[in-house]
Nanobody
Framework: QVQPVESGGGLVQAGGSLNLSCAVSRRIFSLYAGSWFRQAPGKQRELVAQ???????AYVDAVKGRFTISRDDAKNTMYLQMNSLKPEDTAVYYC?????WGQGTQVTVSS
């Protein structure tokens, strides 16, 4: 089972945008819902957004209206478009499909 591979993190000023990507095997991508989690220093890991194989989405209240989760079936890739970023969005972001987790990508938002 191949581990999902994330990319797209980085350092951005408050109000800026980043787009995270998560590539995974076709089998896993087609069978399972995809999720983005984040973990800030000293805090528990939290679910940020989720997308079903049919495209249904759900978000934690803190990111509604700012983040958009999507998936590209042709590329077996899931995305998290993050706009209007705030310092409190600073965290390591992980993608997950069932029990397959990526290695995490750091997102840092400066004030």
């Amino acid at each position: 089972q191949v581990q999902p591979v994330e990319s797209g993190g980085g350092l951005v000023q408050a109000g800026g945008s980043l787009n995270l990507s998560c590539a995974v095997s076709r089998r896993i991508f087609s069978l399972y819902a995809g999720s983005w989690f984040r973990q800030a220093p000293g805090k528990q890991r939290e679910l940020v957004a989720q997308i079903s194989p049919s495209g249904g989405t759900a978000y934690v209240d803190a990111v509604k209206g700012r983040f958009t989760i999507s998936r590209d079936d042709a590329k077996n890739t899931m995305y998290l478009q993050m706009n209007s970023l705030k310092p409190e969005d600073t965290a390591v972001y992980y993608c997950a499909f069932r029990d397959s987790w990526g290695q995490g990508t750091q997102v840092t938002v400066s004030s």
